[in-house]
């Protein structure tokens, strides 16, 4: 009877975490789910259940999707894993030890650079490096029980059996982070860069990463326009020995506009020294930032990161409205409104907030004009 009433309570929160999933389905209103902790009762679980465990972490705090996705081509899908791990395993390049799927998975979260998928490895590595963290470590930290719920998730999703079985040795409870759940923008950089996985790739806020730049010091080189550009655009300008396309280009989608200048001005402030990290990074030589003589609108916006959120020439944001006909509905003194005061009229079907407030502190009067005629140029 306890247990048939642990299985219904875990049933309702399922149901309750996947409707708020769906909820998720409208991109401009989506924000991060940040991993909130949950205890779930091994023992008492049904291998249905543990699959949905292992999607839980793949989706939050495994951060697997920030690579393993469609969208940046920086990591094999692992939708297709159950149809590529045999050729992988027959490769005259592969040295590892495994011998099926389960064992293959595994090896790959704990080692990522026994094997590397040709073109996947680490710049100038020749792809004898994976990018990829060891999942154990860092700030990922799985635990055993974890892992098995991922493996076996990866397993049912691509149609193949689940061997791997649920632990029955572990504690009873295991901590299992990753319920999405946002009321609303989270309040602290340490909590915002927890719950968007920076730490993942970077040493910030006490995280060890090391896919990407230390960014324990980052403010002693960078000012704030790079730095949310950096956010925004990763691939706008790409940090020096580091090849594009790693640093996820969905944060622009995911944050709040709030949470983005909360990390942005916690950047700027670190200036190494008596950093949490003790570690104090050599500063770079600042980017070029000179304003272009040049410049026109088209340019400016690029520059300012709007492409992260709209589509207008080779931009193609899709958290605000398409810019790309803007110039035949909306007339300059709209246009100039709508970025000075992004919140004194929204467009219709998005939220307020999103749009970032900051464009009347960064750009001049010229630049603003530059913009606000391009725009009403687009027709
Ligand atoms: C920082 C980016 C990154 C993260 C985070 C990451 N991976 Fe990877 N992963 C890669 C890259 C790049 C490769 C391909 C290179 C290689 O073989 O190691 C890869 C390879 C793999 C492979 C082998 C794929 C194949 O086609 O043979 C598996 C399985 C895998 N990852 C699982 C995971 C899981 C599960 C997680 C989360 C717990 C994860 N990865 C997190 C970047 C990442
Ligand atoms: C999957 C790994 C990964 C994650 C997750 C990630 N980054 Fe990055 N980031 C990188 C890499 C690699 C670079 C260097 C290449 C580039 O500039 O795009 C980078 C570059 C940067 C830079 C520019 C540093 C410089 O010296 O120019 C900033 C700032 C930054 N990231 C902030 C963040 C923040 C904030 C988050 C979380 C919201 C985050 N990153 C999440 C991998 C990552
Ligand atoms: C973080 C995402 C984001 C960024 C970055 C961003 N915008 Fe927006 N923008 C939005 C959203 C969402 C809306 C719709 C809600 C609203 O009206 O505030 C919007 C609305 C607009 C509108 C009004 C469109 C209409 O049809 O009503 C204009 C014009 C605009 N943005 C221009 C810009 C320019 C120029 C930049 C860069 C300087 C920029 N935006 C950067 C998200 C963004």
């Known amino acids: 009877m306890k247990n048939f009433l642990k299985v219904t309570l875990f049933s309702l929160l399922l149901i309750a975490l996947f409707s708020l999933y769906s909820n998720y389905g409208i991109p401009e209103i989506q924000p991060a789910p940040p991993p909130v902790e ?17 999607e839980k972490i793949i989706n939050g705090k495994g951060t697997c999707m920030l690579c393993h996705n ?3 081509g920086r990591a094999p899908l692992l939708e297709k894993l159950v149809t590529t791990t045999p050729e992988r395993l027959q490769d005259s390049r592969y040295k590892g030890e495994a011998t099926d799927l389960e064992s293959y998975i595994l090896e790959s979260m704990l080692q990522p650079s026994v ?13 004898s490096e994976s990018p990829m963290p060891n999942v154990t470590g860092g700030a990922i930290d799985l635990s055993e029980a974890e892992i098995s719920a991922v493996i076996a998730y990866l397993q049912d999703l691509g149609g193949a059996e689940v061997t791997v079985e649920i632990p029955t040795g572990a504690p009873v409870t295991d901590t299992v982070q990753a319920a999405p759940a946002k009321a609303g923008p989270l309040g602290t950089a340490e909590e915002i860069v927890a719950g968007y996985g920076c730490g993942a790739c970077h040493v910030i806020a006490g995280q060890t990463g090391a896919v990407g730049p230390d960014l324990s010091a980052i403010g002693a080189s960078r000012d704030s326009d790079y730095l949310r550009r950096a956010i925004l655009e990763p691939n706008a300008e790409v940090a020096e020995g580091y090849p594009p396309n790693l640093m996820p280009t969905t944060y622009g989608a995911q944050l709040y ?17 008596s950093g949490e990290s003790g570690q104090v990074v050599k500063p770079e030589t600042p980017a070029d930032a000179t304003p272009q003589a040049e410049a026109d609108g088209e340019a400016l916006m690029i520059q300012h990161g709007c492409g992260a959120c709209h589509k207008f020439s080779s931009q193609v944001g899709a958290i605000g409205p398409d810019l790309s006909g803007i ?26 907030n999103l749009m970032p407030p900051v464009y009347a502190a960064q750009l001049s009067a010229q630049e603003l004009d530059l913009i606000v005629d391009y725009l009403a140029g687009l027709k």
């Open 38 to 54: 949950e205890k779930l009762d091994l023992g008492s679980m049904t291998m249905e259940q543990f699959v949905a465990v292992g």
């Open 70 to 72: 469609a969208v940046g």
């Open 115 to 127: 094997y590397v998928v040709a073109g996947f490895g680490k710049a100038g590595s020749n792809d």
């Open 327 to 352: 110039g035949a509905l909306r007339d300059s003194d709209f246009l100039r409104r709508a970025i000075l005061e992004p919140n004194a009229d929204i467009s219709d079907g998005y939220m307020p």
């Open 257 to 273: 506009a709030q949470e983005l200048e909360l990390l942005v001005a916690y950047m700027q402030a670190s200036v190494g020294g």
